[in-house]
């Protein structure tokens, strides 16, 4: 990147945060880095830990010692838009399980790059995957579900306004140390709305490929009536949600890489089941269902499998409004999952 250019800092009070102009420094503890520190802070780019659509994610250092992600945005004047969006809505987030902006850097136009709190296992898209060298213990699934559910929680009833995160998936959900969840990724997300966001008119007018670029969510995990109506909800982050606890219980992807099959169509007949029988699932379908890795675990409780199964199965229903709020999700994780209790993951916020 050539020059350096000034940078921009945030206030965090109102709805639509204004950028105002500054020289670099330190607001609500986010700090606002010259190109020079992100150089320093990452070695020069040294070590890469993650790719996505739209960025490439290095090992940072903070202080010359802790740890930290520079999330760095692929610099174009429309993606410019996706990472000033991610900033403004991460300025606005702190709960314990929601990824934390420590820092940011602006170039005004086009580029941008984020200061993340460094998440040492990864996303939990690999860490579920077959290859994986550890399997992740039945109690980590239940409490990572348990802990996502509180992050939608917080971003759809707790946020003022609200937001609707738009691509939740396993790759967008981070791990600590000790398999404590962290949602990342807000850079499909929305904002201040009371349910629901209709495509704008421009959107309206412009050619199907276009509208395909506009669209937001992952293949697998997209909601099938955002697909056909444009309209993003609090339900669409539901269904991804749902997708997502089906790839805990099952250990497979939400799209087979050897045969390129949607998991919510490998298991829509049990998911079928599940629904007309009001939740009521025979236990011969439950262990055909589970990890095959997980079946030596002998502790494992099948009623708790069965719970996980029933959310998922109610956060995939249609119409939308079907679908549980995460209020309730948590509730019931809370209510019905013991196992949560033995892991101190904190079933109280
Ligand atoms: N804070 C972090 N700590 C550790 N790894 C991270 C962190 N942030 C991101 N990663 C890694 O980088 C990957 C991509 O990150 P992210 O989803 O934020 O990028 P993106 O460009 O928005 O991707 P997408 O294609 O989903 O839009 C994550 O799945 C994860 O493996």
């Not at 739209?54 to 802790?66: E, Q």
């Not at 174009?76 to 929601?98: A, D, G, K, M, N």
Request: hydrophobic share 35%; charged share 20%; aromatic share 6%.
């Amino acid at each position: 990147m050539s020059c350096f250019l000034s940078c921009v800092r945030f206030e965090t009070t109102t709805d639509n945060i204004k950028p105002t102009s500054t020289e670099s420094g330190s607001v609500s503890g986010v700090t606002c880095y010259t190109w020079d520190d992100v150089e320093s802070l990452t070695s020069n780019f040294s070590r890469l830990i993650g790719t996505g659509g739209y960025s490439s994610i290095y090992l940072a250092r903070v202080s010359g010692s802790i740890n930290a992600a520079l999330k760095v945005h692929v610099s174009s004047h429309r993606l410019y838009q996706v990472f000033r969006s991610e900033l403004e809505i991460l300025l606005r987030l702190q709960h314990p399980h929601i990824v934390k902006l420590l820092g940011y850097f602006d170039d005004s136009e086009e580029s941008g790059a984020l200061l993340l709190e460094y998440l040492p296992q990864g996303n939990l898209q690999e860490k579920l995957n077959r290859n994986s060298k550890q399997v992740l213990p039945w109690r980590n699934r239940t409490a990572i579900a348990f802990q996502v559910a509180q992050a939608i929680e917080h971003i759809h009833e707790k946020c003022s306004p609200q937001i609707v995160h738009g691509d939740i998936k396993s790759s967008n959900i981070l791990l600590d140390k000790h398999f404590n969840s962290k949602l990342c990724d807000f850079g499909s997300a929305k904002v201040g709305f009371s349910s629901m966001v209709q495509p704008s008119k421009t959107t309206s007018t412009m050619s199907p490929r276009s509208k395909q670029v506009m669209m937001i969510g992952s293949p697998g995990y997209t909601d099938p009536h955002y697909l056909r109506t444009g309209i993003a909800s609090k339900k669409m982050d539901m269904y991804g949600f749902g997708v997502v606890v089906l790839e805990l219980v099952s250990g497979k992807e939400a799209v087979s890489s050897e045969r390129g099959e949607m998991l919510v169509h490998s298991t829509a007949s049990l998911i079928h089941e599940i629904l007309d029988s009001n939740g009521d699932i025979g236990e011969e379908k439950v262990r055909q269902f589970l990890d095959p890795r997980l079946s030596r675990d002998g502790s494992i409780d099948l009623e708790e499998v069965k719970t996980m199964l029933r959310v998922a199965a109610f956060c995939l229903r249609s119409p939308p409004s079907l679908r549980p709020s995460a209020s309730q999700v948590v509730q019931t994780l809370n209510k019905k999952i013991p196992s949560l209790s033995f892991l101190g993951c904190g079933k109280k916020e």
